[in-house]
C-alpha cells in the first residue's frame, strides 16, 4: 500500500572508471584554459545542502554533486549524458532507466532506478519519487532532510487533482517548491487531456465519413503525445505504425496495450505517427505521395500547448484547422504541462514557503 514501504537504502555511487590514455587527454584538453568551460550549473538544478542535482547533466561535473537525478526522458533535461557518463549515479524511475539504456547505452552502473510511491534513504535523505503526468516515466522528486526540511522538484508536470490525494503531499508541508513554469500566465487555460481526446476520434471519425481514403497522422516527441494515438487506434480498431526506432521505444515502456497495436508496415494501416517536426504541409504533401495509391488525402494532428490560441479557452470546436488541398492539419491543445489555473490550484493545495520556477527564468522580468 502507499505509504507502508519502508525506507530503502541504496548503494554508494559506483567507482570512477579508469580512464583510457585518449579520454584521458580529452578531458585535460577540456579542461585547458584555452577551451571552453561548461558553464556553471544554475541554482535551481540544485538541492540545498545536499548533494543533489536535478536534470543537470550538461555542465560537465558538478562540485560538490555527489547524486544526479533525471525526472524524464526529454532531451532538454538529460542533454549531456551520453554512454561516456562517468560523473555520478544518475536516479530515475524504472521506465526512464531502460531509456537510458536502450537509446543512449548509458553503462548500467551509474543507472539506479527507483520505484514510484516508495521512499528510498540516499545519502541520508529520504527520496520519493511520484507520477508527475508528464510524459511516460517522469516524476515528481521529494527530498526530505534529517532537518525535516521538505523539498519539491516537479521537473516537467500537468497538475491534476488526483496529486493533492497523494498521501506524501496531502499530509506533509512543502518548504520549497521548485516549479515547472512553462505556462505561466494567465492566458492559459487549456481543456482536460480527455476532453482533447474525445475532440480528436470525433474528428478522425468526421473526416473518414467524408473520405475513407484519409491517412490520419499523429505528430509526437520521441516519447508523449502516446495517449492521442491510443484513443484515435481504440476507436477506430485500428493498428499503429511507427518507424522501427519509435517503435523500439514505446516497448520498452511495457505498456501492453501499446505493444499489441503498433504494426511493423505503413501499408498495414491508416494511422501513422511521425515527428511533430513533421507536420508541415510541404513534409506532409510528400508523405501523402508515398501512400496514393493507398490514400488521397491526410489528416493530421499537431498536440501541443504552444497551439493554444487566446480566446479559444476551453471550446474545442472554435479550432480552425489549417489545410490546403488534400491537407489538413489541426493544432490541438494537448498539453502534458499545467495550465495557469491547473499551477494556481496545484500551488494552493500545497501552500509551499517557497516557491523556485525553473522554466523561462532566463531574466528578471521572467522570473518575477
Known amino acids: ?20 590514455l585518449s579520454q584521458f587527454c580529452s578531458q585535460a584538453a577540456s579542461s585547458s584554459p584555452k577551451h571552453n568551460r561548461p558553464r556553471a550549473c544554475p541554482f535551481y538544478k540544485r538541492i540545498p545542502d545536499t548533494g543533489f542535482s536535478v536534470d543537470a547533466f550538461r555542465y560537465g561535473p558538478i562540485p560538490g554533486c555527489s547524486a544526479y537525478f533525471l525526472t524524464h526522458f526529454h532531451y532538454d533535461h538529460y542533454g ?42 540516499i545519502q541520508g535523505v529520504k527520496v520519493t519519487l511520484l507520477e508527475a503526468n508528464h510524459c511516460p516515466g517522469a516524476a515528481l522528486l521529494h527530498f526530505r532532510l534529517p532537518t525535516g526540511i521538505c523539498y519539491l522538484h516537479t521537473g516537467d508536470f500537468r497538475a491534476s487533482k488526483l496529486m493533492q490525494a497523494y498521501p506524501l503531499l496531502a499530509n506533509n508541508r512543502v518548504n520549497v517548491l521548485y516549479l515547472d513554469t512553462t505556462y505561466c500566465n494567465p492566458k492559459y487555460k487549456f481543456p482536460s487531456k480527455e476532453d482533447v481526446l474525445s475532440y ?19 505528430g509526437a516527441y520521441s516519447i508523449g503525445k502516446e495517449s492521442v494515438y491510443l ?19 514505446l516497448k520498452s ?11 511493423t508496415q505503413a501499408t498495414d494501416t491508416c494511422l501513422h ?13 510528400d508523405y501523402l505521395k508515398n501512400h496514393a495509391n493507398q490514400y488521397a488525402a491526410v489528416l493530421a ?22 489545410t490546403r488541398g488534400n491537407i489538413t492539419i489541426y493544432g490541438v491543445p494537448y498539453s ?33
Open 80 to 121: 549531456g549524458l551520453t554512454k561516456g557518463w562517468s560523473h555520478g549515479p544518475v536516479y530515475c524511475t524504472p521506465l526512464t532507466a531502460r531509456l537510458l539504456t536502450i537509446c543512449l547505452s548509458l553503462n548500467s552502473l551509474y543507472i539506479h532506478p527507483l520505484e514510484l510511491d516508495k521512499e528510498y534513504v
Open 231 to 249: 484513443a484515435i487506434s481504440k476507436a477506430l480498431g485500428v493498428k499503429i505504425y511507427a518507424n522501427n526506432s519509435r517503435r523500439r521505444t
Open 253 to 263: 515502456f511495457g505498456w501492453p496495450d501499446l505493444s499489441t497495436n503498433l504494426c
Open 200 to 218: 480528436v476520434v470525433r474528428v478522425t471519425k468526421s473526416s473518414l465519413k467524408k473520405q475513407p481514403k484519409t491517412l490520419v497522422v499523429v
Open 301 to 322: 494532428f499537431r498536440p501541443t500547448g504552444w497551439t493554444y490560441s487566446e480566446g479559444l479557452g476551453r471550446e474545442l470546436d472554435l479550432i480552425k484547422p489549417s
Open 273 to 285: 505517427v511521425l515527428p511533430i517536426s513533421s507536420l508541415r504541409y510541404e513534409t506532409l504533401k
Open 1 to 20: 500500500m502507499w505509504g507502508q514501504n519502508k525506507p530503502s537504502s541504496l548503494s554508494s555511487p559506483p567507482p570512477q572508471k579508469k580512464l583510457k
Open 336 to 368: 502534458e504541462h499545467s495550465s495557469f489555473t491547473e499551477l494556481r490550484e496545484f500551488v494552493e493545495f500545497l501552500k509551499p514557503d517557497k516557491i523556485i520556477p525553473t522554466v523561462n527564468v532566463g531574466n528578471p522580468d521572467n522570473r518575477e
